[in-house]
């Protein structure tokens, strides 16, 4: 047998070179950031020797840590959920934020209302008292939902900042969140969730009230003082709206990560019974940085007859019925109109159904519970 040659040993390594790369370049994985999934990888799965089928798959570091929990302090909260992808992934998911300061006395509805459609669909967050004993606690589909919270308190910029905690914890936890629906513990759904979840994931515009040169808006935006919110924001700039609204991925993030105009609403008030920072400071936002990425309506129904100490109307017990529900379905919302959202006619012609209703007394629970099958969740 020849012994072999340098020369030909040198040829031997050059052609295993190739095999030697191929077998230790590393596998390709996703990124996590913060725990989420990032940019799913393609891969190519072969069906036959003559075919190849292109699918995308979604595979998570095994070995990745779980994800921190989100900071307490507000700043760094509002700063790092400001840096989500401001696309959902899908399948599109609808954020449900309850503001209370009570136990949810309606929470026998909702949990028929989420009963009806998959858990992949939807989340729920609770902004809660802390000082309050929630006895029995909050269970069902609402268990293990509450986020960090902090006291709130009417009159002063704590309600919407409660509001800003709320999103920024919905941005962080799901990048699937794609809607994200403010409510109290006094709303109640009007329509079902395969309703609801339909009209506002096909939506590609936020739902929030948005109304301009209303009564008592020079008293509201000199609240803080006569000159107090200029020069950023100008009296011409102020709007009204609900304190009840649904927003956009896109929307949810410009709130968390806007500093300059929450500046001006986040000061104390010198004239306490004109100040609603939680109904001017998300209307004013939208309408400064993307008013035509938004439908200026609440989708929320509120009766303001009759209202009393800045508080509306409460439905009581025996006021509830299968008419009532057919009445507040078929109201119609007030649109706000500065010659921003299109024409007067396109306006008049709108009429996006209601999807949720406040405020209704806790003693309404039970004439809810026995038509919510039938006039509530039944469409």
Same mark, same amino acid.
């Given at each position: 047998?020849?012994s072999?040659? =340098?020369? $030909?040993?040198? +040829? /031997?390594?050059?052609?295993?070179?190739?095999?030697?790369?191929?077998?230790?370049? #590393?596998?390709? @994985?996703?990124?996590?950031?913060a725990?989420?999934?990032?940019?799913?990888?393609?891969?190519?799965?072969?069906?036959s020797?003559?075919?190849?089928?292109?699918?995308?798959?979604?595979?998570?570091?095994?070995?990745?840590?779980?994800?921190?929990?989100?900071?307490?302090?507000?700043?760094?909260?509002?700063?790092?959920?400001?840096?989500v992808?401001?696309?959902?992934?899908?399948?599109?998911?609808?954020a449900?934020?309850?503001?209370?300061?009570?136990?949810?006395?309606?929470?026998?509805?909702?949990?028929?209302?989420?009963?009806?459609?998959?858990?992949?669909?939807?989340?729920?967050?609770?902004?809660?008292?802390?000082?309050?004993?929630?006895?029995? =606690?909050? $269970?069902?589909? +609402? /268990?293990?939902?509450?986020?960090?919270?902090?006291?709130t308190?009417?009159?002063? #910029?704590?309600? @919407?900042?409660?509001a800003?905690?709320?999103?920024?914890?919905?941005?962080?936890?799901?990048?699937s969140?794609?809607?994200?629906?403010?409510?109290?513990?006094?709303?109640i759904?009007?329509?079902?969730?395969?309703?609801?979840?339909?009209?506002?994931?096909?939506?590609k515009?936020?739902f929030?009230?948005?109304?301009?040169?209303?009564?008592?808006?020079?008293?509201?935006?000199?609240a803080?003082?006569?000159?107090?919110?200029?020069?950023?924001?100008?009296?011409?700039d102020?709007?009204?709206?609900?304190?009840?609204w649904?927003?956009?991925?896109?929307?949810?993030?410009?709130?968390?990560?806007?500093?300059?105009?929450?500046a001006?609403?986040?000061?104390?008030?010198?004239?306490?019974?004109?100040?609603?920072?939680?109904?001017?400071?998300?209307?004013t936002?939208?309408?400064?940085?993307?008013?035509?990425?938004?439908?200026?309506?609440?989708?929320?129904?509120?009766?303001?007859?009759?209202c009393?100490?800045?508080?509306?109307?409460?439905?009581?017990?025996?006021?509830?019925?299968?008419?009532?529900?057919?009445?507040?379905?078929?109201?119609?919302?007030?649109?706000g109109?500065?010659?921003i959202?299109?024409?007067?006619?396109?306006?008049?012609?709108?009429?996006?159904?209601?999807?949720?209703?406040?405020?209704?007394?806790?003693?309404?629970?039970?004439p809810?519970?026995?038509?919510a099958?039938?006039?509530i969740?039944?469409?």
């Amino acid at each position: 047998m020849l012994s072999p040659t =340098p020369l $030909s040993l040198l +040829f /031997a390594l050059l052609l295993c070179l190739p095999l030697a790369i191929l077998f230790t370049i #590393p596998r390709t @994985t996703t990124t996590t950031i913060a725990g989420y999934l990032q940019n799913p990888v393609d891969v190519f799965i072969r069906k036959s020797d003559s075919t190849k089928t292109h699918k995308k798959l979604k595979i998570k570091n095994v070995n990745s840590l779980p994800p921190p929990p989100p900071p307490e302090d507000d700043e760094s909260l509002l700063r790092v959920a400001a840096r989500v992808n401001p696309r959902p992934i899908h399948p599109k998911k609808m954020a449900f934020m309850f503001l209370t300061t009570s136990p949810l006395h309606f929470a026998p509805l909702w949990e028929l209302y989420f009963n009806q459609t998959p858990k992949q669909l939807f989340n729920i967050y609770i902004h809660a008292d802390p000082s309050f004993n929630y006895q029995p =606690p909050f $269970s069902g589909v +609402f /268990a293990h939902r509450v986020i960090h919270s902090k006291l709130t308190q009417r009159f002063t #910029p704590t309600l @919407t900042s409660a509001a800003r905690r709320l999103l920024a914890h919905a941005l962080l936890d799901d990048p699937s969140n794609s809607m994200f629906a403010l409510l109290s513990a006094s709303c109640i759904p009007l329509h079902s969730f395969n309703f609801t979840y339909e009209i506002l994931t096909r939506s590609k515009r936020s739902f929030i009230e948005i109304l301009k040169e209303e009564i008592f808006t020079y008293d509201r935006w000199s609240a803080r003082g006569e000159e107090a919110m200029l020069p950023e924001v100008k009296l011409e700039d102020f709007r009204i709206g609900s304190q009840f609204w649904v927003l956009t991925r896109k929307h949810a993030r410009l709130v968390v990560g806007d500093q300059r105009i929450w500046a001006k609403f986040n000061r104390t008030c010198v004239r306490m019974d004109t100040c609603y920072p939680e109904e001017n400071y998300f209307p004013t936002l939208i309408n400064m940085r993307d008013p035509l990425g938004a439908t200026s309506a609440t989708l929320t129904h509120v009766d303001w007859r009759g209202c009393l100490e800045g508080h509306p109307r409460m439905y009581e017990a025996s006021e509830v019925g299968p008419d009532l529900i057919r009445e507040l379905r078929n109201s119609r919302p007030r649109y706000g109109y500065d010659g921003i959202n299109g024409t007067d006619l396109v306006v008049k012609r709108r009429k996006d159904p209601f999807l949720f209703a406040r405020k209704f007394s806790p003693e309404s629970l039970q004439p809810l519970m026995s038509i919510a099958k039938e006039a509530i969740l039944k469409e």
